[in-house]
């Protein structure tokens, strides 16, 4: 049982598709992030939300577009995205940005074709 | 300099003995330490906070040394089920939190 929930778990998608992550968090936690795992580089961190509103993006692609509706609740919009794009995409969650420890969804291992 | 660098291993301990990893980092402002564990394609999980005054939960002893920027995993008897990747984890800013690659344990009987 997590306090964080991603889904899909596995997605599969053309270059052309768009397709949504989803991760809702249960720890009512202030602050989510967006984390990327490529095999043997270290997570990549995509996005932060405090509060609800973003304040930072990795210099991340426009291809990926973040959204959080409310402190719970957080996507990951996907479109036109490149193979080098496969990765296990992680969402976490933590009560206040950078300072307290953060808890990991169990990620969406997404495979770009 | 990255922010946060670890030896990626492979460690291989026999089961019982004694590991120790270190991690270092590089912005001298962190004030938040963490030890994560993360098993084969599953997402990191918390292993332990690291406090100044160094803790010690069970096996697990963290241990922070400020003046030479590291922080120190040490793991008594060793079990099979502690093979996994260590992941450092330092916050930069107090804004985010920077992840090292790993360092991989094998445990073998």
Known sequence: ETGVTQTPRHLVMGMTNKKSLKCEQHLGHNAMYWYKQSAKKPLELMFVYNFKEQTENNSVPSRFSPECPNSSHLFLHLHTLQPEDSALYLCASSQYRGTTEAFFGQGTRLTVV | ?109
């Not at chain 2, 994560?36 to 241990?63: H, I, W």
């Open chain 2, 1 to 109: 300099r990255k922010e946060v660098e670890q030896d990626p291993g492979p460690f291989n301990v026999p089961e019982g003995a004694t590991v120790a990893f270190n991690c270092t980092y590089s912005n001298s402002a962190s004030q938040s330490f963490f030890w994560y564990r993360q098993d084969c394609r599953k997402e990191p999980k918390l292993l332990m906070s690291v406090y100044s005054s160094g803790n010690e939960d069970g096996r697990f002893t963290a241990q922070l040394n400020r003046a030479s920027q590291y922080i120190s995993l040490l793991i008594r008897d060793s079990k099979l089920s502690d093979s996994a990747t260590y992941l450092c984890v330092v916050n930069a800013n107090t804004d985010k939190l920077i992840f090292g690659t790993g360092t991989r344990l094998q445990v073998f009987p």
